[in-house]
């Protein structure tokens, strides 16, 4: 577990790139905390290279953090079956500016906070999920 303490920027995409490859890893999580308004990374836990998503698909078996570019055209992420994902860490962040959409959905007969889906509007709009391992992936 490789350690990030004292940042106090908001997180992007180019500081989680960065982490990862100064670790030269290839699966990048992080756990944050909210302290006087700001974003804090205390902890990086490291496993694989984070992946980059140019068009809709599933999340995959080994993917903890995934980088959402729409620059091109709307993407749809799938998320996977919340039962057989407990405990599961998952970081989805959006990379682009563009006017595409961009959605993050439920397994079939699951919910991501509670709905079907969820839209990430802008660049840097981020969700940080954990998996129930019941039929709901929770988070921020």
């Known amino acids: 577990v490789a350690m990030a303490r004292r940042s106090t ?3 992007d995409a180019t500081i ?4 990862a490859q100064k ?3 290839t699966r990048v999580h992080a756990f944050l905390v909210e302290q ?4 804090k990374v205390v ?3 490291v496993a694989s290279k984070p992946r980059t998503l140019t068009q ?3 999340v995959g078996s080994t993917d903890v953090l995934l980088f959402l570019n729409a620059a091109d055209r709307s993407i ?3 998320l996977p079956d919340a039962s057989l994902n407990p405990g599961r860490p998952l970081t989805i962040i959006r990379v682009d500016e563009s006017d595409n959409t961009v959605t993050v959905e439920a397994f079939a007969g699951d919910a991501v906070l509670g709905l079907t889906e969820v839209p990430l509007l802008m660049r840097g709009e981020a969700l940080h999920l954990i998996s129930d391992g019941i039929l709901e992936w929770w988070g921020h």
């Open 76 to 78: 749809v992420l799938t």
């Open 23 to 25: 670790a030269n890893a």
């Open 16 to 19: 989680w790139q960065l982490i």
């Open 43 to 45: 902890e990086v836990a």
């Open 56 to 58: 809709s698909g599933s």
């Open 36 to 39: 006087f308004d700001r974003l």
């Open 9 to 11: 920027s908001p997180p």
